[in-house]
Nanobody
Framework: QVQLVESGGGLVQPGGSLRLSCAAS????????MRWYRQAPGKEREAVAS????????TYADSVKGRFTISRDNAKNTVYLQMNSLKPEDTAVYYC?????????WGQGTQVTVSS
């Protein structure tokens, strides 16, 4: 079965950096686009970044362009989100996502808190 396990969240000061990881299993990882979403308290879940199966093309939400970088290691079945210049408004639970056979799969999420 498809499983996604996020890690790497935590508390960081404004301007700091974090690197999130998402370990995937249960499907042929390199064939699928992977996405990061986030959900802040009281807000809807929003897409943050996506990367195609081969890793050669990525897209970003306007709010994170130039600060966040999505990448993947298909040999390790892992997708990453490098987050730099973090702002308090980046505080949220971050989720890894894949769509397999039309079904959305999510990890359990990892909390990112940006605060001084």
């Amino acid at each position: 079965q498809v499983q996604l396990v996020e890690s790497g969240g935590g508390l960081v000061q404004p301007g700091g950096s974090l690197r999130l990881s998402c370990a995937a299993s249960g499907f042929t990882f390199s064939r699928y686009d992977m996405r990061w979403y986030r959900q802040a308290p009281g807000k809807e879940r929003e897409a943050v970044a996506s990367i195609i199966g081969g890793g050669g093309f990525a897209t970003y939400a306007d709010s994170v362009k130039g600060r966040f970088t999505i990448s993947r290691d298909n040999a390790k079945n892992t997708v990453y989100l490098q987050m730099n210049s973090l702002k308090p408004e980046d505080t949220a639970v971050y989720y890894c996502n894949v769509v397999v056979n039309g079904r959305y799969y999510w990890g359990q999420g990892t909390q990112v808190t940006v605060s001084s």
